[in-house]
């Protein structure tokens, strides 16, 4: 992301256990409380095959089940999932990378 105050922020492993009880209810609770930069990103990897619209909306229920939400926080919950990005690699398959880099740069662009 090109602009000032932005990041994009590369999870590998996101299909596991520790991304869905403590990463992401963690990196919600950083959005809740407008910690994070306006423009952010945060791309999953891992080996399981989803896509982006899967990917986050798995993340929505596992902070609905790991991050004790309070009433009313739904509609913030959608918009955070709206900076969710997702690419299925091997992280240790080198080849992969490439596709990583190309998810990175569409995600810049936008």
């Known amino acids: ?8 922020i590369v999870i590998f492993g996101a299909s596991g256990d520790l991304t869905k009880r403590k990463l992401m209810p963690a990196m919600y609770a950083l959005y809740r409380q407008n910690l994070l930069p306006k423009n952010f990103a945060i791309l999953g990897t891992s080996r399981s095959p989803f896509s982006d619209e899967e990917f986050g909306k798995k993340i929505v229920s596992d902070i609905k089940t790991y991050a004790g939400l309070k009433r009313g926080e739904q509609k913030k919950l959608g918009a955070f999932s709206k900076h969710l990005y997702y690419q299925a690699m091997d992280a240790t398959d080198v080849s992969h990378y ?13």
Request: hydrophobic share 35%; aromatic share 0%; glycine share 0%.
């Open 1 to 8: 992301m090109a602009q000032e105050n932005s990041c994009v």
């Open 98 to 110: 490439e596709d990583l880099k190309s998810k990175l740069n569409e995600i810049d662009a936008k």
